[in-house]
């Protein structure tokens, strides 16, 4: 295998499973008013279909580490690929939402072990010099997932029927299941730890009880009474996790890595950065079509161009860190990102549609280069040894920042609609929900922003080290001070 085979073909493999992914995800966005209709449920409802998916991401990634070390990382990500295919068929044959939202549930089972068992593939088998460059190959193949899924999903659903857009996905996955096989190497630890089973214990059923408690909230579906209980039961659960977590040498999820502030940094603020951001592609369907009285079609349309922005900024975004680097980047364009998630308040029916798109295009760019940075930036001082651990940690928090954020984005709208008085959804309702969603993002400003001038220093060049050097200079000349 040839050194630049292993830095570009290895990651455009691992990113297949990816492509499904994001593919699926935008696909079902679009298509949801109309699956709505169809399985006579809420909008609102439907959001379940959404949010029970990432809930099962969250539940089994914690696992995905010890699996990839015990298993080899190969037979993991192979058979997370077979998973989530078998599910995306049971959701192309659902009925009604009971299994629509059970059929979500496998595929968040496979989905699961994809992202984090993929990165894991990558940062074991790519140079760390070369991390930022291999990040970004990942996740070009993964970003043609959004810039397809909207127009693609919209057309489907306009034109044929919703329920073709799950099985669009078989023939990814077998091409996927093959170019493994074939190419991937069979990437695991000497020794395995000792698999975590009080701690799978108590986080999966924490995180499963207590984000379904979130989202169950104003639903109406069951008791106020019940929705404390299942959040409180949820929320108990995971704070004795964390005291059992801080007791054992290998937990499942190691918050340990959270002293490394490179990690820090790159999973929390990360988190906060797309908690609001993840709610995007819940509300702007609803905007677009419920709100502006367009198709599935013409909603897709509007929306692909976010995509389009991201796949261009992953061409430039390793030069970009390189010159300024990872703390600069950071906070400026979290300031950007955040402005361009709340920015479609500003968008009437009559608002012209290339400028709509050219909006989403900008705000593609920007989010880009922020996902691609603190993607890279988590491990860039995370040990080898512990990389297993660090991507399932990271990749939980990435998961369960998508569930907060559309629960967040449902229960503003909800608010915002009992605030109006009525039952129906329109325009009007929601101006506030995505100045609320803007400001989460931007909150993800008070961890980079404590990040060191120097931040992440192993992956960069000196080009890139000399430009933080006046930073860094101007905090001893503080420091001096004080």
């Given at each position: 295998?040839?050194?630049?085979?292993?830095?570009?073909?290895?990651?455009?493999?691992?990113?297949?499973?990816l492509?499904?992914?994001?593919?699926?995800?935008t696909?079902?966005?679009?298509?949801?008013?109309?699956?709505?209709?169809?399985?006579?449920?809420?909008?609102?409802?439907?959001?379940l279909?959404?949010?029970?998916y990432?809930?099962?991401?969250?539940?089994?990634?914690?696992?995905?580490?010890?699996?990839?070390?015990?298993?080899?990382?190969?037979?993991?990500?192979?058979?997370?690929?077979?998973?989530?295919?078998?599910?995306?068929?049971?959701?192309?044959?659902?009925?009604?939402l009971?299994?629509?939202?059970a059929?979500?549930i496998?595929?968040?089972?496979g989905?699961?072990?994809?992202?984090?068992?993929?990165?894991?593939?990558?940062?074991?088998?790519?140079?760390r010099?070369?991390?930022?460059?291999?990040?970004a190959?990942?996740?070009v193949?993964?970003?043609?997932?959004?810039v397809?899924?909207?127009?693609?999903?919209?057309?489907?659903?306009?034109?044929?029927n919703w329920?073709?857009?799950?099985?669009?996905?078989?023939?990814?996955?077998?091409?996927?299941?093959?170019?493994?096989?074939?190419?991937?190497p069979?990437?695991?630890?000497?020794?395995?730890?000792?698999?975590?089973?009080?701690?799978?214990?108590?986080?999966?059923?924490?995180?499963?009880?207590?984000?379904?408690?979130?989202?169950?909230?104003?639903?109406?579906?069951?008791?106020?009474d019940?929705?404390?209980?299942i959040?409180?039961?949820?929320?108990?659960?995971?704070?004795?996790?964390?005291?059992?977590?801080?007791?054992?040498?290998?937990?499942?999820?190691?918050?340990?890595?959270?002293?490394?502030?490179?990690?820090?940094?790159?999973?929390?603020?990360?988190?906060?950065?797309?908690?609001?951001?993840?709610?995007g592609?819940?509300?702007?369907?609803l905007?677009f079509?419920?709100?502006?009285?367009?198709?599935?079609?013409?909603?897709?349309?509007?929306?692909?161009?976010?995509?389009?922005?991201?796949?261009?900024?992953k061409?430039?975004?390793?030069?970009?860190?390189r010159?300024?680097?990872?703390?600069?980047v950071l906070?400026?364009n979290?300031?950007?990102?955040?402005?361009?998630?709340?920015?479609?308040?500003?968008?009437?029916?009559?608002?012209?549609?290339?400028?709509?798109?050219?909006?989403?295009?900008?705000?593609?760019?920007?989010?880009?280069?922020?996902?691609t940075s603190v993607?890279?930036?988590?491990?860039?001082?995370?040990?080898?040894?512990?990389?297993?651990?660090?991507?399932?940690?990271?990749?939980?928090?990435?998961?369960?920042?998508?569930?907060?954020?559309?629960?967040?984005?449902?229960?503003?709208?909800?608010?915002?609609?009992?605030?109006?008085?009525?039952s129906?959804?329109?325009?009007?309702?929601?101006?506030?929900v995505?100045?609320?969603i803007?400001?989460?993002?931007?909150?993800?400003?008070?961890?980079?922003?404590?990040?060191?001038?120097?931040a992440?220093?192993?992956?960069?060049?000196?080009?890139?080290?000399?430009?933080?050097?006046?930073?860094?200079?101007?905090?001893?000349?503080?420091?001096?001070?004080l």
């Amino acid at each position: 295998m040839t050194e630049l085979f292993r830095r570009n073909f290895i990651p455009l493999i691992v990113a297949t499973g990816l492509f499904m992914e994001n593919l699926d995800a935008t696909v079902l966005a679009t298509s949801l008013p109309a699956i709505a209709k169809d399985l006579h449920s809420n909008p609102i409802h439907l959001k379940l279909a959404l949010t029970t998916y990432l809930l099962a991401l969250a539940v089994f990634i914690p696992a995905s580490g010890w699996m990839a070390d015990r298993f080899g990382a190969k037979n993991v990500f192979r058979a997370a690929m077979v998973v989530f295919s078998a599910g995306s068929i049971a959701c192309g044959l659902s009925t009604d939402l009971g299994s629509l939202v059970a059929a979500r549930i496998l595929q968040g089972m496979g989905g699961a072990m994809m992202a984090p068992v993929g990165r894991l593939i990558v940062l074991r088998t790519i140079p760390r010099g070369d991390i930022i460059n291999a990040i970004a190959w990942l996740t070009v193949p993964a970003l043609v997932g959004p810039v397809l899924g909207p127009p693609l999903g919209g057309f489907i659903t306009t034109y044929f029927n919703w329920r073709w857009i799950f099985w669009i996905n078989i023939p990814v996955a077998f091409l996927g299941v093959a170019l493994i096989t074939r190419f991937i190497p069979d990437t695991r630890e000497e020794t395995s730890s000792t698999f975590d089973v009080r701690g799978f214990l108590l986080i999966g059923p924490g995180l499963s009880l207590f984000l379904t408690g979130v989202t169950l909230m104003g639903l109406g579906l069951v008791g106020r009474d019940v929705v404390l209980l299942i959040t409180l039961s949820g929320a108990t659960l995971l704070a004795v996790y964390v005291w059992h977590a801080l007791r054992v040498p290998a937990p499942i999820i190691d918050l340990r890595l959270l002293a490394i502030p490179t990690y820090r940094a790159g999973v929390v603020g990360g988190f906060l950065f797309r908690t609001g951001l993840g709610a995007g592609p819940f509300l702007l369907p609803l905007l677009f079509q419920t709100g502006f009285g367009m198709t599935p079609f013409q909603s897709g349309l509007m929306t692909f161009m976010t995509g389009v922005g991201a796949m261009f900024m992953k061409t430039q975004a390793a030069a970009i860190i390189r010159r300024y680097g990872f703390r600069r980047v950071l906070v400026a364009n979290a300031v950007v990102a955040s402005l361009f998630a709340a920015l479609p308040p500003l968008f009437t029916s009559d608002t012209p549609a290339l400028l709509i798109v050219g909006l989403f295009l900008a705000g593609g760019l920007s989010r880009s280069l922020q996902f691609t940075s603190v993607n890279t930036l988590a491990y860039a001082d995370v040990p080898a040894e512990r990389l297993s651990r660090a991507t399932s940690f990271a990749a939980a928090l990435q998961e369960l920042s998508g569930s907060v954020g559309v629960t967040v984005a449902a229960i503003g709208l909800q608010f915002v609609q009992y605030e109006r008085g009525g039952s129906a959804i329109d325009a009007a309702h929601f101006p506030p929900v995505f100045v609320l969603i803007g400001l989460v993002s931007a909150t993800s400003i008070l961890f980079f922003s404590r990040l060191a001038p120097s931040a992440g220093a192993s992956l960069l060049p000196t080009e890139a080290l000399k430009a933080a050097e006046p930073a860094k200079e101007a905090a001893r000349l503080r420091e001096g001070h004080l």
